[in-house]
């Protein structure tokens, strides 16, 4: 590979807070990369083992909760490491490349308190109710909760956004692979959906999970040597700082510098807004109530394990942070105005722009496969979980009720094959964001927040009413819109990034959301106390009161342990970022 021939960091010429480029629907031309045979063969090898596992996992498909929760049996490591690949998609290694690129260390507070606060209440509080419940999805824990209504409502919206965020994983991985290896972009998009589609359909969840786990290994693989050759590119930590400190301020390289409230920052957010709008409603709503998350821990074998999934992948979430935020703030400082329409980049580049400067072949052929498993690995979780919920919530339940089991594994397979074509339609919506993680968390403030908000209230005020349920989450979701397309994208209110704005829009909805529910229930009746157990905090189910299987009492199995040992480790590693 020909030596990297990066822009000379002597002299930046950052302004404080860069413009971002004008979107675009292609990477930059120079970002192609030098690939050779061994890169394709270690792609293919990686192809191959893909569709093993899906052929192998078929043999345990004999029932559609086979097919739709792996018949509840896999152990809590592998639902661990399957819960954070899902998330670990190419739009959140991109995403967050992006996001430390434009906004600098603030990229940890998606992590730290962005995430692990809500993992771990989904683990201690949350799952308890969720797996001794007996549910196939979040929607139908919302059917014993309230009322049909809500359901059919939280059915659809959620339907909808799994296969938007399908879509964007589509988008970034056609671009991607259009601008690194040459293929044209209907390539990537059919060659990727055919291998999501074949081992989904071959062996249901299952397979999704079993490659999730190799997944996560993959993308390690490629995201480690970009991140050790890129601190090293740039003369180290000490170096990295130094040179941003001085082209961008002494704020972006650290947690809370400039986040007071009035004070200007990249991030256009002060503290309030980002623990309120990030920490508490954008976070709490995607991990508490994202079925494509969710979905790997109702899988486990018991509830221990269940209970334990989201706490074991808590602490590869901690340090996960570092190996996509050095990234994008190592391009930041070796490329003056990066993202900006004068560099000829986008906030998007910073991984490939590594990539294409830094990865011999061989370790280039692995980065390429993480990449691809990356995507594939957040498509396959929305997927999998768009078919659960469309099939179970939505046809059993209100189309074609009371078939044979084998009528909805069959229809299941065919709704992957539709949810594949649909999230091909959706990806283009992601071409009108430069910085694709904007566009995640926009829909996440849209359909996620909403429901949060109504789960959080259900579980824990037994005077909510059937009919409350609908009515907040309908108008968590509208205002959410409105705050967004209207009063931030119609310039009515002065709120400074996309980010800030999300945040923003997340506060509106949770608010909107839980007024609502509140005036809807002071006048309709409550549900009746006896069809709460086990639905509301203080009450119990049978399958809440499940005892836990040999080994399980093990200490460092405990799940308070392990939840509180993640909050505390997220905790210290603030204090370096914070002084």
């Given amino acids: 590979m020909q030596t990297p021939t990066f822009p000379p960091t002597s002299s930046p010429t950052l302004s404080p807070a860069p413009s971002p480029a004008p979107p675009s629907v292609h990477l930059a031309a120079e970002l192609r990369l030098p690939t050779n045979w061994l890169d394709y063969t270690l792609l293919g090898i990686y192809f191959v083992v893909v569709l093993g596992i899906g052929f192998a996992a078929r043999r345990s498909v004999k029932t559609s909760l086979d097919f739709f929760l792996s018949g509840r049996s896999l152990p809590a490591w592998v639902t661990g490491l399957a819960f954070i690949s899902a998330n670990l998609a190419a739009t959140e290694i991109l995403g967050m490349a992006a996001n430390s690129a434009q906004y600098g260390a603030y990229t940890v507070h998606w992590y730290w308190i962005g995430a692990i606060p809500a ?30 209504p809500a359901h059919l409502l939280s059915s659809i919206l959620f339907a909808l956004a799994a296969i938007l965020i399908a879509g964007v994983n589509l988008y970034a991985l056609a671009i991607v692979v259009e601008a690194l290896l040459g293929w044209p972009q209907w390539v990537a998009i059919v060659v990727a959906g055919f291998f999501v589609l074949a081992y989904i359909t071959l062996g249901g969840l299952s397979s999704a999970i079993y490659n999730e786990v190799l997944q996560f290994f993959v993308i390690l693989a490629a995201l480690i040597p970009i991140t050790v050759l890129a601190l090293k590119k740039v003369g180290g930590w000490d170096g990295l700082t130094d040179t941003l400190t001085k082209s961008h301020g002494d704020d972006f390289v650290t947690a809370w510098g400039g986040t007071g409230i009035g004070e200007a920052n990249p991030l256009g957010a002060n503290w309030l807004t980002i623990v309120l709008g990030l920490g508490f409603v954008l976070s709490f709503g995607y991990w508490t109530t994202n079925f494509a998350e969710v979905q790997r821990a109702l899988s486990a074998k018991n509830l221990s394990a269940a209970q334990r ?90 189309v074609v009720k009371g078939r044979q089991d084998e009528y909805y594994v069959r229809f299941g397979r065919l709704i992957t094959a539709i949810g594949v074509c649909a999230s ?103 549900k009746p106390t006896e069809e709460l157990q086990g639905l509301v905090y203080g009450t119990t189910s049978p399958g809440m009161a499940e005892p836990p299987s040999p080994g399980d009492e093990a200490w460092y199995r405990k799940p308070a342990l392990l939840g509180w040992g993640a909050i505390i480790l997220a905790a210290a590693c603030y204090i370096p970022f914070s002084f």
């Fill in 119 to 148: 993992m771990v209440f989904l683990g201690l509080v949350m799952m308890p109710f969720y797996y001794g419940s007996k549910v196939r999805s979040v929607p139908e824990f919302l059917l014993l909760r309230f009322d049909r």
């Fill in 309 to 398: 999934t989201p706490l074991i992948a808590a602490f590869p979430k901690i340090f996960i942070v570092f190996l996509v935020m050095i990234p994008g703030l190592a391009v930041a400082a070796l490329v003056p105005g990066f993202g900006t329409e004068e560099s000829g980049y986008q906030y998007n580049d910073a991984i490939p722009y590594l990539m294409e400067g830094l990865l011999p072949n061989g370790v280039l052929g692995i980065a390429v496969t993480g990449l691809l498993a990356a995507f594939m690995a957040g498509m396959a979780a929305n997927v999998s979980s768009f078919n659960t919920v469309f099939t179970t919530d939505i046809w059993a339940k209100y």
């Fill in 424 to 526: 091909i339609g959706t990806a283009f919506l992601a071409r009108s964001f430069s910085n694709i993680m904007s566009y995640l968390q926009t829909l996440f403030s849209f359909f996620n927040v909403p429901m949060f908000v109504v789960f959080i209230i259900g579980m824990f005020w037994k005077r909510a009413s059937m009919k409350s349920g609908f009515w907040g989450l309908l108008a968590g979701t509208t205002a959410a819109m409105v705050n967004y397309f209207v009063l931030y994208k119609q310039d009515i209110i002065d709120i400074p990034s996309d980010q800030g704005a999300n945040f923003v829009s997340a506060i509106a909805g949770f608010a909107a959301g839980a007024v609502v529910m509140v005036a809807v229930s002071l006048f309709t009746a409550p």
